[in-house]
């Protein structure tokens, strides 16, 4: 086979391969714990982009986040800074059934207690935001 052409199917076959792995930073979750650690120090990091691959796949939870992170944004500098270097503080973890856990948590800047409710849809774990707002939504996947 000629070089010219060997070197071009080495190209779109790396092409190929890195274009099918996950984004940068994002970590599959392996469990309802997993995904709410990861998707919790996104936001407190500031990554967005990051902690919207956590996100439940629906209108309701992306457009709640999209207006966290507008909020989150306009925040002080150092109100950011203090949430980038703060800690999680997992309170308690509810199991609710195989697929619907309940995570209360803080971080080590605010100390509030806030809840997490993360789902699993088929082999994934992704976080129902609009849970946190709401906390008394009927429990549903």
């Known amino acids: 086979m000629n070089i010219k052409y060997t070197g071009l199917i080495t190209a779109l076959l790396l092409l190929v391969f890195t274009a099918c792995q996950e984004p940068e930073g994002f970590k599959q979750p392996e469990d309802p ?22 996100i439940d796949d629906n209108e309701e939870d992306r457009e709640i986040f999209e207006r966290y992170e507008v909020y ?35 971080n080590s800047y605010s100390n ?20 946190t707002f709401s906390g008394n939504l009927p429990i549903h996947d």
């Open 33 to 54: 714990l997993d995904a709410g650690r990861e998707f919790i120090r996104a936001v407190l990091d500031g990554d967005f982009e990051k902690a919207s691959l956590y």
């Open 72 to 106: 989150m944004k306009k925040q002080p500098k150092p109100e950011r800074l203090q949430l980038k270097s703060a800690s999680i503080i997992i309170n308690e973890v509810e199991k609710l059934n195989d697929s619907i856990t309940i995570i209360n948590f803080s």
């Open 112 to 131: 509030k207690p806030t809840d997490l409710k993360v789902l699993k849809h088929g082999t994934t774990w992704k976080v129902d935001f609009s849970y």
